[in-house]
């Protein structure tokens, strides 16, 4: 195994993440705070000598990256960009302990969400925009491995995924990354901009509107008001939150092929349709239970705030447009169920977003109809597929695998949080809430549920933990452990 490349590789992403703090660094000195400005730019030059160290350093040496190196940097890269993306908050003393500013770090990364910081409304707009570049970057990058590094080691049915991007087949790990960050860059950037564009004109201030936008495409969940999207009271930008958050539940690929003028794409991809499903039997249901509520809420008001926490869950964003203590949030008391079981989902593949995903699903249903067609046809011969691609065996035990893990995985973390003080109900859902990548959620589902600040270290780090297998291949963190993939 070559380590080199791995370090390489690494070193890169520090040197990108490090150009990234230029950004709140000129925020702080326009907004006056030259403390913090000076903060930011000695992180940036700090990051940056450490990238281009490691990157130089193995310059001459990469050696061979394939499947054990790729394995390797899937893990390691989150864990050390979160570690210098924690620098310049841990330096801003808004966090009260250093794990407190790594713990806000990887979140963002991860596009998690889950925050221990208060006091957002007097924070400094370069935190905050720091924040959010974390969850953006953070989204990026999950979309970049999935589509050039996870789909091609075929990891937990990653083999049936669908790209709209050009294989590269032939070509390095390393060099399908640069190739898949040149082709989807701009068409991130791009609909940034539009989403941030389209936030300011329904009413949010240039800098929320650009921060919301960051959270939204990137399904992270990161506000700039300690109420989140309920401090607002917009309903114009909560509809434009949820365009936008759709969008960043679709496979990017498919904007790619959209953008260069492939627009059959949308109608040809299978997730799209099982997420335009989900998305109008959601709409249908609630219409109708809507119409028997028996309270005295405004039916157009009610609908639209629930629909907004069902999109929420469902692209594991964590936006709530409710306030917690309200009573409120969604289909209470029916709420819990219904969100722990959209976050657990997740969005379609090669996507922001966290959870199992829509393709394993898909193929978990059609797997258990076929068993139960076999009982009354048991000598039948029916094909597994998904849309035009036909499922075979091996595809279908890795999907099973991967969902056989990701149980033991959540019921693991419930267990360690309920040992770290948390109580039962207030632990599965952290456990849900921190694999699936969607950490506001935990007190829409348990309001009484202590805040993560108020966590215990043992807790902050399980749930650390929890948040970096669930945005990483689970079957692909386990391979670490495994004793075998150190002797290859």
Same mark, same amino acid.
């Given at each position: 195994?070559?380590?080199?490349?791995?370090?390489?590789?690494?070193?890169?992403?520090?040197?990108?993440?490090?150009?990234?703090?230029?950004?709140?660094?000129?925020?702080?000195?326009?907004?006056?705070?030259?403390?913090?400005?000076?903060?930011?730019?000695?992180?940036?030059?700090?990051?940056?000598?450490?990238?281009?160290?490691?990157?130089?350093?193995?310059?001459?040496?990469?050696?061979?990256?394939?499947?054990?190196?790729?394995?390797?940097?899937?893990?390691?890269?989150?864990?050390?960009?979160?570690?210098?993306?924690?620098?310049?908050?841990?330096?801003?003393?808004?966090?009260?302990?250093?794990?407190?500013?790594?713990?806000?770090?990887?979140?963002?990364?991860?596009?998690?969400?889950?925050?221990?910081?208060?006091?957002?409304?007097?924070?400094?707009?370069?935190?905050?925009?720091?924040?959010?570049?974390?969850?953006?970057?953070?989204?990026?990058?999950?979309?970049?491995?999935?589509?050039?590094? &996870?789909?091609?080691?075929?990891?937990?049915?990653?083999?049936?995924?669908?790209?709209?991007? %050009?294989?590269?087949?032939?070509?390095?790990?390393?060099?399908?990354?640069?190739?898949?960050?040149?082709?989807l860059f701009w068409i991130y950037v791009l609909l940034t901009l539009l989403s941030a564009l389209a936030l300011w004109a329904a009413g949010m201030s240039a800098f929320d509107g650009l921060c919301h936008a960051f959270s939204a495409l990137s399904t992270g969940g990161f506000s700039t008001r300690d109420g989140g999207i309920a401090s607002f009271q917009n309903p114009v930008a909560e509809l434009v939150l949820m365009a936008v958050m759709l969008l960043g539940a679709m496979n990017f690929t498919l904007h790619w092929a959209a953008f260069n003028g492939r627009l059959r794409v949308f109608r040809e991809n299978i997730e799209i349709y099982y997420l335009a499903v989900s998305v109008s039997i959601m709409v249908v249901a609630l219409l109708v239970l809507g119409l028997f509520d028996?309270?005295?809420?405004?039916?157009?008001?009610?609908?639209?705030?629930?629909?907004?926490?069902?999109?929420?869950?469902?692209?594991?964003?964590?936006?709530?447009?409710?306030? &917690?203590?309200?009573?409120?949030?969604?289909?209470?008391?029916?709420?819990? &169920?219904?969100?722990?079981?959209?976050?657990?989902?997740?969005?379609?593949?090669?996507?922001?977003?966290?959870?199992?995903?829509?393709?394993?699903?898909?193929?978990?249903?059609?797997?258990?109809?076929?068993?139960?067609?076999?009982?009354?046809?048991?000598?039948?011969?029916?094909?597994?597929?998904?849309?035009?691609?036909?499922?075979?065996?091996?595809?279908?035990? /890795?999907?099973?695998?991967?969902?056989?893990?990701?149980?033991?995985?959540?019921?693991?973390?419930?267990?360690?949080?309920?040992?770290?003080?948390?109580?039962?109900?207030?632990?599965?859902?952290?456990?849900?809430?921190?694999? /699936?990548?969607?950490? %506001?959620?935990?007190?829409?589902?348990?309001?009484?549920?202590?805040?993560?600040?108020?966590?215990?270290?043992?807790?902050?780090?399980?749930? &650390?933990?929890?948040?970096?297998?669930?945005?990483?291949?689970?079957?692909?963190?386990?391979?670490?452990?495994? %004793?075998?993939?150190?002797?290859?």
């Amino acid at each position: 195994m070559s380590i080199t490349s791995v370090v390489h590789c690494l070193g890169w992403t520090v040197g990108l993440l490090a150009a990234l703090m230029i950004l709140p660094a000129l925020t702080a000195m326009l907004d006056g705070d030259t403390r913090l400005a000076w903060t930011f730019a000695a992180s940036a030059v700090l990051c940056g000598f450490f990238g281009a160290g490691l990157a130089l350093a193995t310059w001459q040496d990469e050696g061979q990256f394939g499947k054990h190196e790729a394995f390797m940097f899937l893990v390691l890269v989150w864990l050390v960009l979160a570690f210098f993306g924690a620098i310049p908050l841990h330096f801003s003393g808004m966090p009260r302990e250093p794990i407190d500013a790594f713990f806000e770090a990887i979140s963002g990364l991860t596009t998690t969400g889950a925050t221990t910081f208060v006091g957002l409304e007097a924070m400094s707009p370069a935190v905050l925009l720091w924040r959010a570049l974390l969850q953006w970057s953070g989204g990026l990058l999950s979309v970049v491995l999935a589509v050039s590094l &996870i789909s091609h080691l075929g990891i937990g049915g990653m083999e049936a995924y669908h790209s709209a991007l %050009p294989r590269g087949e032939g070509a390095s790990l390393p060099a399908r990354m640069l190739q898949t960050v040149q082709d989807l860059f701009w068409i991130y950037v791009l609909l940034t901009l539009l989403s941030a564009l389209a936030l300011w004109a329904a009413g949010m201030s240039a800098f929320d509107g650009l921060c919301h936008a960051f959270s939204a495409l990137s399904t992270g969940g990161f506000s700039t008001r300690d109420g989140g999207i309920a401090s607002f009271q917009n309903p114009v930008a909560e509809l434009v939150l949820m365009a936008v958050m759709l969008l960043g539940a679709m496979n990017f690929t498919l904007h790619w092929a959209a953008f260069n003028g492939r627009l059959r794409v949308f109608r040809e991809n299978i997730e799209i349709y099982y997420l335009a499903v989900s998305v109008s039997i959601m709409v249908v249901a609630l219409l109708v239970l809507g119409l028997f509520d028996q309270t005295d809420r405004e039916y157009l008001d009610t609908f639209r705030g629930e629909i907004f926490t069902a999109i929420s869950a469902l692209t594991t964003t964590g936006f709530l447009n409710q306030p &917690i203590d309200s009573g409120d949030i969604a289909l209470a008391p029916l709420a819990p &169920i219904l969100i722990v079981g959209l976050v657990l989902v997740g969005g379609a593949t090669g996507s922001t977003t966290g959870g199992v995903r829509l393709m394993r699903i898909a193929v978990l249903f059609k797997q258990a109809q076929r068993e139960l067609l076999r009982l009354s046809f048991p000598h039948g011969v029916r094909p597994l597929r998904l849309g035009k691609l036909r499922i075979e065996n091996p595809i279908i035990w /890795s999907v099973w695998s991967y969902f056989f893990v990701f149980i033991l995985v959540l019921a693991g973390l419930a267990l360690a949080l309920a040992y770290f003080g948390l109580s039962p109900d207030a632990a599965i859902a952290g456990a849900a809430v921190a694999v /699936s990548n969607a950490g %506001p959620f935990l007190h829409g589902i348990i309001p009484e549920a202590p805040a993560y600040v108020e966590m215990s270290q043992g807790a902050k780090i399980t749930m &650390i933990i929890g948040m970096l297998a669930g945005r990483v291949e689970l079957l692909a963190l386990l391979s670490l452990l495994n %004793p075998a993939y150190w002797s290859r």
